[in-house]
């Protein structure tokens, strides 16, 4: 049984730097490429940042160059590096991959950034 689970957020005033982590069980997630997505109060629940298995990076712009996504292999974990937080950046944030043509999700972790 494939397993995502989000840890690390929290209440951070704006500026500040967060890191989110993604632990993976019944997946190598090395082979496949994995997604952080967030859901604020009032939006659907949005893609933007993509860590493919080659380890290529892409990010929406609306989090490009404060947000970094890496991962450990030999963790089985991946990452967001989040820095400079901004009011609007406050959402569940949620890792995803595909497996077998299934969308697998963890629970979220709540990012609240306020002062």
């Known amino acids: 049984q494939v397993q995502l689970v989000e840890s690390g957020g929290g209440l951070v005033q704006p500026g500040g730097s967060l890191r989110l982590s993604c632990a993976a069980s019944?997946?190598?997630?090395?082979?496949?490429?994995m997604h952080w997505y967030r859901q604020g109060p009032e939006n659907q629940r949005e893609l933007f940042a993509n860590?493919?298995?080659?380890?290529?990076?892409n990010y929406l712009d609306a989090v490009k160059g404060r947000f970094t996504v890496s991962r450990d292999n030999a963790k089985n974990t991946m990452y967001l590096q989040m820095n400079d937080l901004k009011p609007e950046d406050t959402a569940g944030y949620y890792c995803?991959?595909?497996?077998?043509?299934?969308?697998?999700w963890g629970q979220g972790t709540q990012v609240t950034v306020s002062s």
């Open positions: 019944g997946i190598n997630i090395s082979l496949y490429t």
């Open positions: 995803n991959t595909v497996y077998r043509t299934q969308s697998v």
């Open positions: 860590i493919f298995s080659d380890g290529a990076t």
